[in-house]
């Protein structure tokens, strides 16, 4: 495998990538492409390596064999200084939220574009205003997250992925502890990612919702890729 193409459309390689823990393998041997704006799903029962996945991506964990780079940059020879490079180009959506406690919804999502470097209490105050009132939290904006809803804390978990206009939204069953009216919204949030531009990873284990789209689907079993079937590369939302 060589490194991407500037004139390469595939924003994420992996390549014979594998990840053990100890004795026990999580990911054996995957190998993938996925296009910049494709919309895609990662899919399997629970343990069949997804949330590991996700965690490669984003550098959460090492991989322990294999090949891998994500918008031109090379995972396996990642050194940590580059790291926060890489996250900025990522919103990460995690299944228990992750949101900081102590910190409001308006200084949760406004930390990403800190730690991104914007200086501007201005730009700040205005891009996370806005986003807030997309994702329907503007009223929220100075509520503590032990005070929301499920459906609320997911929603300020997207907006806090969003904010900081990443190139790659990687959703971490995002809709698994969530009512149907809740889950609807966050999707059609993804959905808005995704027709702005940005490649949307969905990890889950949901059928039902698989069924609604018509885009590509990777499975995996026990830590392996057994199918990746094609579908509309655009990711057609419902």
Not at 5 to 25: A, C, E, M, T
Not at 96 to 107: C, S, Y
Not at 128 to 146: F, R, S, T
Request: with cysteine.
């Amino acid at each position: 495998m060589t490194p991407t193409d500037p004139l390469d459309n595939r924003i994420i390689r992996f390549y014979q990538v594998s990840k053990h823990f100890g004795d026990s393998w999580a990911l054996h041997d995957l190998s993938f492409d996925v296009e910049t704006n494709e919309f895609l799903f990662i899919t399997g029962p629970s343990g069949a390596g997804k949330s590991t996945l996700i965690k490669l991506l984003y550098m959460g964990e090492r991989m322990s064999s294999g090949y891998a780079i994500v918008d031109g940059m090379n995972l396996t020879r990642m050194h940590r200084r580059q790291i926060p490079v890489l996250r900025r180009k990522i919103g990460v959506i995690f299944q228990d939220f992750k949101l900081i406690a102590h910190l409001n919804v308006f200084q949760n999502v406004a930390l990403v574009m800190e730690a991104a470097g914007f200086k501007s209490r201005t730009e700040i105050r205005r891009r996370v205003g806005d986003l807030l009132e997309l994702v329907g939290l503007a009223d929220q904006a100075k509520a503590y997250p032990p005070t929301l809803s499920g459906g609320e804390k997911q929603r300020a978990a997207v907006a806090r992925a969003m904010v900081g206009k990443p190139k790659i939204i990687l959703a971490d069953e995002p809709t698994a502890s969530l009512d149907p009216d809740a889950a609807e919204r966050v999707l059609r949030l993804l959905c808005a990612a995704h027709s702005r531009g940005a490649t949307v990873l969905i990890t889950t284990h949901d059928r039902e919702l698989i069924s609604r789209f018509d885009t590509r689907v990777i499975r995996l079993q026990g830590g392996r890729q057994v199918d990746d079937a094609a579908g509309n590369a655009d990711g057609v939302c419902p």
